[in-house]
């Protein structure tokens, strides 16, 4: 790596039923444009864990970094981005608590599809077969059915619990709110973009706009490095 | 790949198994002969004690990756056979 890079690194936090796999589609083209990029893999079985790996990842690549969670990894950038190396946020269909909430509470307030085909066995929520098209419903029958299959379940605690940390108060914002979630409810994403102050875009998309909308999320991302580079330029 | 993998805990690797369940469980096994993490060497003892049916693949480590068709053939294999034998 070059010791003068100028342009921040990707760190990516997933969501649950998913890995750090899930960005695949955006990776090799942001390590082509010249991001040092990383995707967290963390165990969905404690909040606290899920945080302490991102600040872990953080340490593999230079900083600055733009943290980029999608879905319940907006709670975990939430929390890991006050850390210093951090310097942008961009949630993806992404939930973004508040000091005093946890993510149930934000999901209770929204009630979507996707919570009527769960089954929670053995201590943690799996996905039903048939809760696959409320979860990434655009994407191909064959795609959808590799989604299902990869599908990682979360401790059933886990939205229950809550990190200290709000970084979105004192970190520049992006969000991406997809307009035909049946996951986290579009108007819950707007009414988040919109309390954290966020630069806001609207993809035509389900849950998963990494995987159904790949280059929408990639000129987002773009922007979010941009503005991040401007302001180390002119600190 | 480098950028989605799992940090594996340092427990996990001294962590003794004690029930093996190829002792009991029929076995197939794919030897990867350019692996640079397992040796090929090692894999193609472990296949044999585990009396295995084993194939071998010019792959690197991630030979499902490299070789995709070969391993989906080894588990039809699998699948097929543990399906006959009822």
């Not at chain 1, 401790?155 to 970084?167: H, I, M, P, S, Y």
């Not at chain 2, 369940?21 to 003892?45: C, F, G, H, L």
Request: some cysteine; hydrophobic content about 40%; aromatic content about 6%.
């Amino acid at each position: 790596m070059k010791p003068t890079q100028t342009k921040p690194s990707i760190v990516f936090c997933h969501g649950i039923w998913a890995d750090g796999s899930c960005f695949n589609k955006l990776i090799p083209t942001l390590q082509a444009e010249g991001h040092q990029v990383i995707a967290v893999q963390y165990g969905l079985d404690s909040q606290a864990a899920d945080v302490a790996a991102t600040k872990r990842t953080l340490a593999r690549v230079s900083s600055p970094a733009i943290l980029v969670g999608h879905s319940y990894g907006g709670a975990v950038i939430t929390a890991a981005g006050t850390d210093d190396r951090v310097v942008g946020l961009v949630y993806i269909a992404a939930v973004a608590p508040d000091a005093g909430e946890t993510v149930q509470s934000q999901l209770d307030k929204y009630p979507t599809p996707i919570f009527g085909h769960i089954e929670v066995a053995d201590g943690r929520v799996w996905m039903l077969p048939e809760g696959v098209k409320d979860f990434a419903g655009d994407l191909p029958e064959q795609e959808q059915k590799v989604v299902w299959a990869t599908h990682f379940a979360p401790d059933a605690d886990l939205f229950n619990q809550k990190v200290e940390g709000t970084a979105w108060k004192s970190k520049p914002s992006w969000s991406i709110v997809a307009t035909e979630d049946r996951t986290v409810h579009p108007d819950l994403e707007r009414f988040l973009a919109k309390r954290m102050g966020a630069t806001t875009v609207e993809a035509k998309s389900s849950h998963v706009a990494m995987l159904s909308q790949p280059q929408l999320v990639l000129d987002v991302i773009r922007k979010a490095a941009k503005a991040a580079q401007g302001a180390a330029a002119t600190a | 790949m480098a950028e989605s993998q799992v940090p594996i805990s340092t427990d996990s690797f001294t962590h003794k198994v004690t029930t093996p369940a190829w002792k009991t469980k029929p076995t197939w096994y794919m030897v990867a002969t350019a692996d640079r993490s397992i040796n090929p060497d090692q894999e193609r003892m472990m296949a044999k004690r585990a009396h295995a049916k084993t194939v071998e693949v010019n792959a690197s480590h991630v030979a499902y990756m490299s070789h995709p068709k070969e391993t989906a053939k080894l588990i039809e294999e699998a699948a097929a056979s543990s399906i006959s034998s009822k």
